[in-house]
């Protein structure tokens, strides 16, 4: 009997050790050879608690092309050593070239004033799902 509660065991916890994560998102960005890499973005409490943002702005002057994220197996075997309650992850950022980004910008904007109701808002942001739609590109609401 306890042979299989060890087996059990061991199970479980090569099932918990062994979750992979990987997300990629791209925008219509042109991607550049720049990048910022965070091998161990700090998370915690099994990424209830996520990493800090990374900073871009200084490094990604004409925009961002894409974001990855990833728990690799070194992330994920220090996660399953602490328990789950520090879980890093892999984050890397890919800047965009200069001028690609003005794609996603040169179309309409949609203005809302500072001092604009809750119905304003939500009129604005309904036409701006109705623009994007007949686009097929999205559409930028300043508040």
Request: glycine content about 8%.
């Amino acid at each position: 009997m306890p042979k299989v509660r060890m087996v059990f065991l061991a199970l479980a916890l090569l099932s918990v050790c062994s979750a992979c994560h990987h997300a990629r998102i791209e925008t219509e960005a042109k991607p550049s050879t720049v990048t910022i890499e965070e091998p161990f973005a700090s998370g915690w409490i099994f990424g209830l608690v996520p990493p800090r943002l990374v900073s871009t702005a200084s490094k990604c002057q004409h925009g961002i092309a894409k974001v990855e994220t990833q728990i690799s197996f070194l992330n994920g075997l220090v996660r399953c050593l602490t328990l789950g309650i520090y879980t890093p992850m892999w984050i890397k950022v890919t800047c965009a070239e200069p001028g690609s980004a003005q794609a996603l910008t040169s179309g309409p904007d949609i203005l809302v004033g500072s001092g604009a109701g809750d119905e304003e808002v939500a009129e604005a942001l309904q036409r701006a799902v109705r623009m994007a739609a007949e686009r097929g590109k999205s559409v930028l609401v300043r508040f």
